[in-house]
């Protein structure tokens, strides 16, 4: 999809007019905004293009460009990729950057390019699942250490290898695994008296088991399954110093239900976090018998 809107614009005033400096008028004549999306797949290869870009940092406050699906944004994302998937493993590859339109926000860091590989699950029950999880960046940065900005820039690998053991049943379910993540960095741009290679190896382990009852009940003349659902996850990691670790992409996650049960609080891999909790949940689902379908979710 390829869309675009151009005009000139009669409110602007040439450096030379009387009043050109006023804040009615905007940075140039020509005004235009762009956008092309693309997804695409060919067997197991899927492409990606999302590409966004304005010829000023004062369109959106001008102008509403809706008709294009363009929504207002301080970061326009412009990015491509390229994946593979099959049956045991999906990979891929991506370059992304953005265009920053509020001269009061400092730019995103580029992704140039960001490569992830990932073993699938199997699905299979009472039988050993392995894992296996990685990711190179190349991080660059318009305002970097080297070109006089503040941003630190390089290389980061991450990987997380190891095993589980799920097993389930219509009734309730156990899965053990234990886990080794890995972080490290090659930095060509960084804050003085900072190891330029930082590192850090962690060991996780996770218990994740539920139970499952069910009854049938009515209400307003119709019939519903529902279902009780106590859980409890016990999660376990190792702390390990990351005081020169860079902070490229990672977020503390907001806390909610579901976070109860991952493990990790953080997005991005820039932050091994260590934990030694149980989280103990309960949910309850009201099915309609008639059309299958969950009308009621309470946690």
């Known amino acids: 999809v390829v869309a675009g809107a151009m005009l000139k614009d009669d409110q602007y005033k040439p450096d030379d007019t009387i009043g050109a400096n ?11 905004v762009g956008r092309v999306t693309h997804n695409g797949n060919i067997g197991p290869i899927t492409t990606q293009l999302d590409y966004n870009k304005v010829s000023d ?23 491509a990729s390229l994946g593979y998937r099959d049956n045991n493993w999906q990979a891929k590859l991506i370059a992304q950057q953005y265009q920053t339109i509020d001269n009061l926000l400092s730019s995103q860091y580029q992704f140039m390019p960001r490569l992830t590989i990932e073993k699938n699950n199997s699905g299979a029950n009472f039988s050993p699942e392995w894992l296996f999880e990685a ?52 930095l060509n741009s960084f804050q003085a008296g900072a190891d330029p290679t930082p590192s850090a190896t962690t060991p996780l382990a996770t218990l994740d088991m539920g139970l499952v009852f069910e009854r049938g009940t009515q209400f307003a003349d119709s019939n519903y399954l529902q279902t009780l659902e106590p859980r409890v996850y016990y999660f376990y ?20 239900y579901s976070q109860l049960f991952r493990d990790t609080r953080f997005s991005g891999h820039d932050r091994l976090d260590d934990a030694n909790q149980a989280s103990i949940g309960i949910t309850s689902r009201f099915i309609n018998d008639s059309e299958g379908r969950e009308v009621l979710n309470i946690s």
């Open 22 to 32: 006023s804040s009615d008028s905007p940075p140039r004549e020509d005004r235009w």
């Open 57 to 79: 940092e004062d369109f959106f406050d001008d102008l509403t460009p809706d008709s294009l699906e363009l929504s207002r944004s301080d970061h326009l994302k412009q990015s």
């Open 135 to 186: 990711e190179f960046t190349d991080f660059e940065h318009d305002q970097s250490i080297d070109d006089g900005g503040s941003f630190v820039t390089g290389e980061r690998s991450f990987a997380k290898a190891g095993i589980s053991y799920p097993m389930r049943w219509a009734s309730g379910f156990i899965v053990p695994s234990v886990k080794v993540r890995s972080v490290s960095y090659d």
């Open 237 to 256: 990691s190792d702390y390990k110093a990351q005081d020169d670790n860079p902070d490229f992409d990672t977020r503390a996650l907001k806390f909610s």
